[in-house]
């Protein structure tokens, strides 16, 4: 048998052309804020929506697609991530701001759509500063802090689907909930619109201040972390229960749980995502045996573990 019978055809040669950057085989730890992970088999980043749905609708069924932002709430398992991983970047961050109305691209900064809302003395939205990650994953999850949730403002979301189409669909569509969204798996957000009020910027600045000392009072922000690792279950908060397991300071590898904040877990320096995903499991153990209650993974986990690694 030949030699070139033997290679096998790489993904990306089976997938349409495209406007933005594509790429095999490429790395994904240094897009994720735990700094650790596999490859992408493929890696896409589209130029714009149009060039988004075009790609979609003209992609093989049969391969799967994952989207990921900045990877701030995201572990990606050391084996990498089959398929194509869609990366929002440049062409969906833009922010704008008119009559009480902040549009944005998925791809911006929860941070920047706060300090956008601010110089436009827009006030509402002073709790995205603290939300360490993009607008498309805090649709996706309801993300929330400091006493409000992204459905408490939202407007209308704009995505593509799988196949290529496009939706936009008002807040009371997603039905979204704590953590949640019931909006299709197979959907990639855009854009949203979220909704304000008049405000005085001095008085927002002081605010989205106020909110980044909370965080740099209480929180590991300077690590490498995912942000929290556990939603909080009904009626109890995830920290206490996994301080009260003794989980604080606990280390598997180069994994550790926080010990400022221990709903937290921290790459020391040299954490494999098995490491960081492990250490979840046992902190999970950990608490179902000690308070009976089973903590959910807040951190999204994609990817395969790497050869040998248990699934």
Partial sequence: MAAAALVRNHLIERLPPVRGRISADAPLAATTWFRAGGLAEVLFKPADADDLAAFLAGCPADVPVTVIGVGSNLLVRDGG???????????????????????AGAAALDLNVALSARDAGVAGLEFLSGIPG?????????????????????????????????HSVPAEGLGLSYRHSDAPSDWIFTGATFQGEPGDPAVIGARIDEIARLRADSQPVRARTGGSTFANPPGAKAWELIDRAGCRGLRLG??????????????????????LEGLGEEVRRRVLETSGIELAWEIRRIGVPAAGERA
């Avoid at 649709?139 to 949730?149: F, I, K, P, T």
């Avoid at 550790?256 to 954490?271: P, R």
């Fill in 254 to 275: 180069g994994a550790q749980v926080s010990e400022k904040h221990c709903n937290f877990l921290i790459n020391t320096g040299d954490a494999t995502a098995a490491d």
């Fill in 134 to 166: 993009t607008v498309g994953g805090a649709l996706r999850m309801n993300a929330g802090a400091y006493g409000h949730e992204v459905k408490d403002v939202l407007v209308e979301a704009a995505a593509v689907d799988r196949s290529g189409g496009r």
């Fill in 81 to 103: 991530v089959p398929g194509v991983v869609v990366r929002l970047a440049r062409g969906f961050s833009e922010v704008s701001c008119a009559d009480g109305l902040v549009q």
